[in-house]
């Protein structure tokens, strides 16, 4: 007998009892990022593989081992988006949208990662990204959290935790990686098989790793806190004092990394205890070198990706009910001679709807 059709490991169906929360969190988003003048772009799914190689960066858990990467009938090898930083830049510089100006921007839409599927995390995802090119002063930073902050308000999510933490600027990451290596090196018996092959290529990928056996060397890592120049640390104090003032809640996680060298400053995550291991919800930094990196002309770029998926199995989990999806009004129409008028007044009930 032939085998059943099914959906591909870890792509879900999203059915219409789910959606009205889908829809919930999608017009919120925009709301909001209008509010900000943010503004929507829409780039393909596939891109180029060369893309993603360049600028996420080969010694990567996703360009290693999660890519959908496929030849075309031309020979050319393509790759579903496995975020949506790459593309957007390339769309930016390949359209002229970063020289002399300021971009404020935001996408939507899915992302593929071939991971092992379990609660949160699926092969593919949709995500909300927010870019802005153009702003090197801490205030984007800020105005990048607060964004982050208002959304969690607006969509009746309490209790999610900021962690902030700074990369300093590449040299001054230069000198904590040294240090960083020779700790390491000095407890080289103690790492994991991953975290040993990313010692030379990329060490401070292994800050981020989620062994828990590896979490008391990490706990006992030198701080990158200690390279910081002045600029980066008074960089770093505008944001904190900005939140503060805001009152935005904050913890400083010095472990939290972007391990790729065009991060710059300014990392931040959200964090939900709700979804066990899949606890990040958005995860943002500050990105000054990847447009230089991909051939442009260095821009200075910060901006986050969330799950989406996350952030509707968080509202699930606080059991928001949300009445989008709702009929507003029941209308009974007894007999055939009200049918006419019955619309008529259904059609000014839909005209008195607000927005
Ligand atoms: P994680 O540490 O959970 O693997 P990540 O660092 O790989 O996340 P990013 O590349 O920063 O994630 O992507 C931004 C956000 O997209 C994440 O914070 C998360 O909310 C969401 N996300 C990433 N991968 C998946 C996935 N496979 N399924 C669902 N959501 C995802
Ligand atoms: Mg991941």
Known sequence: ????????????????????????????????????????????????????????????????????????????????????????????????????????????????RHERPQKGRYRQFQQIGLETYGMSGPDIDLEVILVTARLWRELGIPGLELQINTLGTPEERKAYRSRLVDYLQAHRDELDDDSLRRLESNPLRILDSKNPDMASLIAGAPSLMDDLGEESRAHFEVITRGLKAAGVEYVVNTRLVRGLDYYSRTVFEWITDLLGAQGTVCAGGRYDGLVEQLGGRATPAIGFGMGVDRVVAVLEELDQQNSDGDPHAYLVLAGEQVQGPGMVLAESLRNALPG
């Open 1 to 112: 007998m032939a085998k059943k059709i099914q959906a591909v490991r870890g792509m879900r169906d999203i059915l219409p009892d789910q959606t009205p929360l889908w829809q919930f969190v999608e017009n919120t988003v925009r709301r909001v990022f209008q509010s900000y003048a943010y503004r929507e772009i829409r780039t393909p799914i596939p891109e180029m593989t060369e893309l993603f190689k360049r600028s996420i960066g080969e010694v990567t858990d996703i360009v290693e081992k999660e890519m959908y990467t496929f030849e075309d009938r031309n020979g050319d090898s393509l790759t579903l988006r496995p975020e949506g930083t790459a593309g957007c830049v390339r769309a930016c510089m390949e359209n002229g949208l970063l020289h002399n100006q300021v971009q404020r921007l935001w996408y939507l839409g899915p992302m593929f």
